[in-house]
């Protein structure tokens, strides 16, 4: 009431003032606080890490999934206390990436002795995948999003550094499209299984790492070269776009004061 400091209503038996001091007192009320005060206030903001669920919650979950879904997409519970299921990978890539060139496709006995087929050449070559091509991965409840980019990488034979790469959920809520980044040590099965089956609520998107934590060395000179053209070419889409735009809106608006001549008014 005399010195007029503000603070939360959960901080106020932390603060101690010398309230004593006359409202036109120059000295500041951050200069009347005590030293032990700060330290009680620096605990109080310190968050607590939610437990991580048990197994009987897990299998809960699991069983409540199932429940949903409409294929035979199931996740399954180990004896462990693991799971494993299925999620689908939007891939929503603007720039080419580079293969080998000349590799035949992967069939499936090299799938399952793990052969690298992009190994077997020096030569490379770039190409741009499917835009929104989907990939349907089964993965348990261990593999971490970097796992993820690096098995969708393999299985497209593409040798660019994963780093290029971000994996992004996709939600939808009040009409908009949202997009979050994923950390390399997120679990994307344990996010499926708390948004359920239903893609809408969530999905998994690959798109360009385009915040600035790109490693441009890893990068090499024609590829780079390859890029600047590209931002040309998307330059000048870019400007068209906005010159249409506006010589469309130049003649609505050219033809509306043509009509209106000679109106009263």
């Given at each position: 009431a005399d010195c007029r400091y503000t603070c939360h209503q959960e901080c106020r038996s932390l603060?101690?003032?010398?309230?004593?001091?006359?409202?036109?007192?120059?000295?500041?009320?951050?200069?009347?606080?005590l030293p032990p005060c700060s330290?009680?206030?620096?605990?109080?903001?310190?968050?607590?890490?939610?437990?991580?669920?048990?197994?009987q919650e897990i299998k809960q979950k699991i069983e409540k999934y199932n429940a949903k879904v409409t294929n035979c997409l199931l996740m399954k519970l180990n004896d462990d206390g693991t799971y494993t299921g299925f999620i689908k990978v939007h891939l929503k890539l603007r720039r080419p990436v580079t293969v080998p060139a000349g590799i035949r496709p992967q069939s499936i006995y090299d799938a399952l002795k793990e052969v690298n087929l992009a190994e077997m050449t020096?030569?490379?070559?770039?190409?741009?995948?499917?835009?929104?091509?989907?990939?349907?991965?089964?993965?348990?409840?261990?593999?971490?999003?970097?796992e993820v980019?690096?098995?969708?990488?393999?299985?497209?034979?593409?040798?660019?550094?994963?780093?290029?790469?971000?994996?992004?959920?996709?939600?939808?809520?009040?009409?908009?499209?949202?997009?979050?980044?994923?950390?390399?040590t997120e679990y994307p099965l344990y996010l499926r299984l708390l948004a359920g089956p239903d893609t809408d609520v969530l999905s998994f998107v690959l798109k360009e790492n385009e915040t600035g934590e790109v490693e441009w060395d890893a990068f090499s000179i024609?590829?780079?070269?390859?890029?600047?053209?590209?931002?040309?070419?998307?330059?000048?889409?870019?400007?068209?776009q906005?010159?249409?735009?506006?010589?469309?809106?130049?003649?609505?608006?050219?033809q509306t004061l043509k009509e209106a001549r000679g109106k009263p008014g």
């Open positions: 603060i101690q003032l010398d309230c004593r001091r006359p409202a036109q007192s120059q000295l500041s009320p951050e200069g009347t606080l330290q009680n206030v620096t605990q109080t903001v310190q968050e607590e890490k939610p437990k991580p669920p048990t197994v020096d030569k490379r070559t770039s190409f741009y995948l499917p835009l929104d091509a989907i990939k349907q991965l089964h993965i348990s409840s261990t593999t971490t999003v970097s980019i690096q098995g969708l990488l393999k299985k497209f034979m593409v040798v660019d550094n994963p780093q290029k790469f971000a994996l992004f959920k996709e939600m939808r809520k009040d009409g908009q499209v949202l997009f979050q980044k994923l950390p390399l024609p590829e780079l070269q390859n890029f600047l053209m590209i931002l040309d070419k998307e330059e000048k889409d870019k400007i068209q906005v010159h249409r735009k506006y010589e469309r809106f130049k003649q609505r608006l050219q």
